[in-house]
C-alpha cells in the first residue's frame, strides 16, 4: 500500500470515528451524513491511490466519480452506486433547510457500509 492510501485511510477513519460521536450524542444529523460521506470519499481515494491511479488526478468529486465509473474494479463492483447516494444526501444535508430524518441517517450509514465492503484494500 503506497504512502497516500494509507494517509486517506486514517483520513475516512477519522471522519467515521466523528460520525460515531455525533451518532453517539445524538445531535448534529446533518454532519453526521456529511462526515459518512467524508469518510466514503477518503475510502474512494485510498482505493484509487492503491491502483495506482495518479494523486494529482484524483483531486475533485468530479475526478473521483470519473474514476469509480471507469477503473475496472470499481465499475465492476458498481460502488459508484451507493457513493453518488452518499454525495447527494450530503450536498442535501449541507445545502438544504431540510431537516434530516433518523431514517436517512441510517439509509447513508447502509450506503456507506457497502462502500466501504466494496473499496477495503
Excluded at 491511479?53 to 475496472?72: A, R
Aim: with cysteine; charged share 25%; net charge positive.
Amino acid at each position: 500500500m503506497d504512502k497516500y492510501s494509507q494517509v486517506y485511510l486514517d483520513k475516512a477513519c477519522e471522519n467515521y470515528e466523528l460520525y460515531n460521536h455525533l451518532a453517539n450524542i445524538d445531535k448534529f444529523e446533518a454532519w453526521q451524513i456529511t462526515t459518512l460521506f467524508y469518510s466514503a470519499l477518503c475510502l474512494a481515494k485510498a482505493y484509487l491511490y492503491n491502483k495506482k491511479i495518479p494523486q494529482n488526478s484524483v483531486n475533485s468529486h468530479e475526478s473521483i466519480k470519473k474514476w469509480l465509473t471507469t477503473e475496472s474494479e470499481a465499475k465492476r463492483l458498481n460502488v459508484f452506486f451507493f457513493y453518488e447516494k452518499l454525495y447527494f444526501d450530503s450536498r442535501d444535508a449541507r445545502y438544504s433547510i431540510k431537516k434530516i430524518s433518523k431514517a436517512r441517517i441510517q439509509n447513508a450509514l447502509k450506503n456507506y457500509d457497502k462502500v466501504k465492503q466494496l473499496l477495503t484494500l
